[in-house]
């Protein structure tokens, strides 16, 4: 989703950080993975993140594992706070001063609409750029020989294998529309499989396309091959 975009974020501070192509490329790699945050206030997560790569181009010790358990682990409710905010408050706030404004005929309402979105957004987007790296150089100056590094990585990890979990849940959709027995006690096949186990299907999806692409097999491939297995199951009524 955005990991392009966050990738490129970070490729200025990399190149800054380290030296040699090889330890860019791994920096840069590791930022290719999946990311979903609220922009607004992504700069938090991109400050945390700088400064665990700088920590990373100083301390040979250091896990650079627990750079992506961290990121996984934070962009969750950084985007949940962020969304809840812009999207769910902030934004219908303007919108309803804008539709007030522009029914009278006040040209002002479109540029209110920004204004108010727009002003907190970039106050917001500085000051969680410097307390992120702020806070997060100093937290793992700190601690960095304490031991408590590892078990904030372990337990990032955790929470971030079960917001992935989540999204799979909610995100990925499929569910048989065959039905069991006949008139009005027909009920359908995916309501038995919910009974033994919710998301089964989504689950299994999943793990398939996991492997695959621990098979090396190129996403393009993958995007194809989901899109026809889609239209076949449609086809033939399975789900």
Aim: charge should be positive; glycine fraction near 10%.
């Amino acid at each position: 989703m955005q990991n392009l975009a966050f990738a490129y974020t970070m490729a200025p501070i990399i190149r800054k950080l380290y030296k040699t192509k090889e330890e860019r490329s791994a920096a840069l790699t590791r930022h290719l993975e999946f990311m979903s945050i609220t922009p607004h206030i992504s700069t938090l997560l991109f400050g945390i993140t700088s400064a665990m790569e700088e920590e990373n181009s100083k301390n040979a010790d250091f896990d650079s594992a627990s750079i992506s358990a961290v990121k996984s682990s934070l962009m969750g409710p950084i985007a949940g706070i962020g969304d809840s905010f812009f999207w769910g408050t902030l934004k219908v706030i303007a919108t309803g001063i804008a539709i007030s404004l522009s029914k009278e005929g006040n040209i002002f309402g479109p540029l209110a609409f920004l204004l108010i979105i727009n002003i907190p957004h970039f106050v917001l987007r500085y000051i969680c750029l410097d307390k992120g790296i702020k806070l997060g150089a100093k937290f793992f100056g700190q601690l960095g020989d304490s031991g408590l590094i590892q078990s904030i990585t372990q337990a990032a990890s955790v929470l971030g294998l079960m917001v992935i979990g989540a999204m799979t849940a909610s995100n990925v959709n499929f569910e048989l529309t065959m039905k069991v027995g006949g008139g009005k006690i027909a009920e359908s096949l995916q309501t038995y499989v919910d009974q033994i186990m919710l998301g089964f299907f989504p689950a299994v999806f999943f793990l398939v396309i996991y492997w695959l692409l621990g098979k090396k097999v190129k996403t393009t491939t993958l995007l194809l091959g989901v899109i026809a297995f889609s239209i076949l199951v449609a086809l033939v009524g399975l789900a």
